[in-house]
């Protein structure tokens, strides 16, 4: 059985800072990319980022770009989305996902495993 699971998000004023963690077990992550995705009610599922198995390629929305970094270290079976400048428009339920093979990274049906979710609510 695959998991993901998130965590890390929070309610925050406008300008702060976060960081998402997305554990993982039942999957070889040291061979899969992951991917964070969010989506507010009402809308699509977005791409936010994405990392490849060996960190060496990263991947991020232009909305995201300059303000969120995303890592992972295999050998803790972990994912982190690091926020910072956060604005009201990041406002979202953030998801964590994984995939054995490589696409288009924005398109979800590319991603296999997925998380549940943690919030993250930005207040101006």
């Known amino acids: 059985q695959v998991y993901l699971v998130e965590s890390g998000g929070d309610s925050l004023q406008a300008g702060g800072s976060l960081r998402l963690s997305c554990v993982t077990s039942?999957?070889?992550?040291?061979?899969?990319?992951v991917g964070w995705f969010r989506q507010v009610p009402g809308k699509e599922r977005e791409g936010v980022a994405a990392?490849?198995?060996?960190?060496?390629?990263?991947l991020y929305a232009i909305s995201v770009q300059g303000r969120f970094t995303i890592t992972r270290d295999n050998a803790k079976n972990t994912a982190w989305l690091y926020m910072n400048s956060l604005r009201p428009d990041d406002t979202a339920m953030y998801y964590c996902?994984?995939?054995?093979?490589?696409?288009?990274?924005?398109?979800?049906?590319?991603?296999?495993?997925w998380g549940r979710g943690t919030q993250v609510t930005v207040s101006s």
């Open positions: 039942g999957i070889s992550i040291s061979r899969s990319f």
């Open positions: 990392i490849s198995p060996d960190s060496a390629s990263t």
């Open positions: 996902a994984a995939a054995r093979k490589g696409g288009s990274w924005r398109d979800h049906r590319t991603w296999t495993y």
